[in-house]
């Protein structure tokens, strides 16, 4: 028996699973029907796919949630996941599973898929035969990720940064690396059985200011991560940043270094896929502004030529949305991107060589760590301020980068930290800005672009 299978059966033998049978479970994603795995649709490469965000605590209102996201013409369906499950506490959430479904109220934010068992779940996934996306934000996703492959759930999104920097305080960084190296092995296993499992990073980070250069880097290494583990289908992500020219440029530089480092390590046989996020700041109020805001998004994902694009509600300011404003986003987003066509294409030259610039510079940095794994390169750059997110709460960032928006809405670095920006890049970004103010006049600026779009 492998190290990785005894790691697995120990994993799977937490009181709260049912038991799990490895055999069963290999013998269902070998038979898997190929339109519950996303990969299989980025191949066909027939259109941009869209996916909501979504998931309810009990069984019936999922199924319900799906019913309405399928007759507004979803093409990837979202299975959130609740807090308590996140935090890897199972006892909880299975106590506010059983409160809900007595009490037919909420008690969770989002599914309790472990409590919930693939057995149960599975059934649903493939009643609906669409491929589902799993939203979680788990920092350890050993179990949940078994649990999810097992119910037919074959896109796993999150990764050691992106699912801990945004989220955690006190969570230990070097424990994220190696439980996610866990999940990395389990995806590549079952992708030989059938299609790729996809992995998808979580780009938005923050959603705080956080400069494209920071989002593209920590793309590519979780991408590097990933592919080094044996995974041949992965997602790269940003979210809306403010700016159209600049969301354009970060498009076009993380798809070509994307496919460019990948070939560095030897995997340009593996699928690179672009997502790109609606805006995750906060939204406005008005929520006719909320939907000129959506199609705005939609229409930008449409001039960055993202596979896939995930959505967000008009509702998203006032509360939990719900399932019919979810659907009626799906319904109008298909319809804005069915009506696009002839967009033209938008090039600046020099922003595109200025990120791109700044991003070799970060990852030759990463790459030069004198630690002997990518991993550990990665998290020694982390804590040394290499690598810097905007507004993280964890304890290792080193929150001394400080970005904010020119009068064109474009995020720029005005200090920028241990973040090895080459100083002509480093230059031109605070030329950008009008740095002759007091600080306090600073700051309000920034205090107004993180909520610009309210």
């Not at 037919?152 to 050691?160: D, K, L």
């Not at 498009?251 to 994307?258: D, F, N």
């Not at 986003?329 to 610039?357: C, F, K, M, W």
Request: proline share 5%.
């Amino acid at each position: 028996m492998s190290q990785l299978q005894e790691e697995r059966e120990i994993i799977l033998g937490n009181e709260n699973v049912d038991s799990f049978d490895f055999d069963e479970v290999r013998e269902f994603v070998k038979g898997a029907d190929e339109r519950l795995f996303i990969s299989h649709h980025f191949d066909k490469r027939e259109k941009m796919l869209v996916q909501p965000r979504g998931g309810f605590p009990t069984y019936e209102k999922q199924f319900a949630l799906y019913e309405f996201f399928v007759d507004a013409n979803v093409d990837v369906l979202p299975l959130t996941i609740d807090s308590n499950t996140r935090l890897n506490d199972y006892a909880t959430a299975k106590k506010m599973l059983r409160l809900s479904e007595a009490n037919e109220v909420d008690m969770l934010n989002g599914y309790p898929l472990v409590n919930h068992g693939y057995r149960n779940t599975r059934k649903m996934m493939t009643h609906f035969n669409h491929p589902v996306s799993l939203r979680h934000g788990t920092p350890d996703a050993r179990l949940l990720i078994e649990i999810a492959i097992a119910s037919g759930i074959f896109e796993i999104e999150g990764g050691p940064i992106t699912y801990l920097l945004p989220y955690s305080k006190n969570f230990p960084l070097d424990k994220a690396f190696l439980y996610w190296k866990y999940v990395e092995r389990v995806c590549a296993d079952y992708s030989a059985l059938n299609k790729p499992i996809n992995r998808e990073s979580f780009g938005p980070l923050t959603a705080t200011l956080v400069p494209p250069s920071i989002t593209i880097v920590i793309q590519l290494l979780e991408m590097l991560l990933s592919l080094e583990e044996g995974v041949k289908s992965f997602s790269v992500s940003f979210s809306q940043q403010g700016s159209m020219i600049q969301d354009i440029v970060t498009g076009k530089v993380t798809r070509k270094l994307a496919d460019h480092y990948a070939a560095q390590i030897g995997c340009d046989d593996a699928s690179i896929h672009l997502v790109y996020h609606q805006w995750m700041g906060a939204f406005p109020t008005n929520r006719d502004s909320a939907d000129q805001l959506i199609n705005m998004s939609t229409v930008i994902a449409s001039m960055c030529g993202a596979d896939k694009i995930i959505t967000k509600t008009r509702e998203e300011a006032v509360g939990i949305p719900t399932k019919e404003a979810n659907a009626q986003t799906v319904a109008n987003t298909q319809y804005t991107l069915r009506i696009l066509s002839g967009l033209p294409a938008i090039v600046d030259e020099h922003e595109e060589e200025i990120l791109t610039a700044e991003v070799h510079a970060i990852m030759e940095a990463v790459f030069n760590d004198p630690a002997d794994t990518l991993w550990r390169k990665v998290f020694n750059s982390i804590k040394n301020g290499i690598i810097d997110v905007p507004f993280s709460p964890h304890i290792i960032n080193h929150n001394k980068m400080i970005t904010i928006r020119d009068a064109q809405k474009n995020i720029r670095i005005i200090e920028r930290g241990n973040v090895p920006i080459p100083d002509r890049c480093y230059a031109y970004e605070k030329s950008c800005c009008d740095l002759d103010k007091d600080t306090t006049s600073i700051v309000n600026d920034i205090i107004h672009d993180i909520g610009i779009m309210q």
